[in-house]
C-alpha cells in the first residue's frame, strides 16, 4: 500500500520531492512487509476431520446406535452410544474413521 502511494506521489508532486516521496516509501513499504510476513508466519488454516470434534450436529435418521447426521450442510454416518432420535442436537466427540462418534446435549 506503501508503494502504491509512492508511485502516485512520484506524478502528482513537483521535481525533487517525487524522487524523495519513492524513496521514502520504499523502505517504508519493506517494513509494511516483514510485519505482515511476521504477522501470518504462524497462522496454519485448520483442515481436515479434525476441526469438526466439538461441534453441534442434527440428527437425520436415528443414531441407535449407528444413524446419521447433519453437519455444517453435510450428512455424515455417525455412532451414539446413548441413542439419538431424529431433530436431537448432538455433540460431535471423536472420529471413527469417517463415522462420527457423538452423544446428545
Known sequence: MLLLAGIILVFLLPSPWNVVA???SIPLFLA???LWNRTVR????QVGTETLIGLTATVVTA???SGQVRLRGETWEAR???GA???DEVV???LDGLVLVVERT
Do not use: T
Open 63 to 65: 443414531c441407535h446406535p
Open 92 to 94: 460431535v466427540r471423536a
Open 32 to 34: 509494511e512487509l516483514g
Open 42 to 45: 504462524g497462522n496454519r488454516r
Open 80 to 82: 451414539c452410544e446413548q
Open 85 to 87: 432420535d431424529p431433530g
Open 22 to 24: 519513492l524513496l521514502v
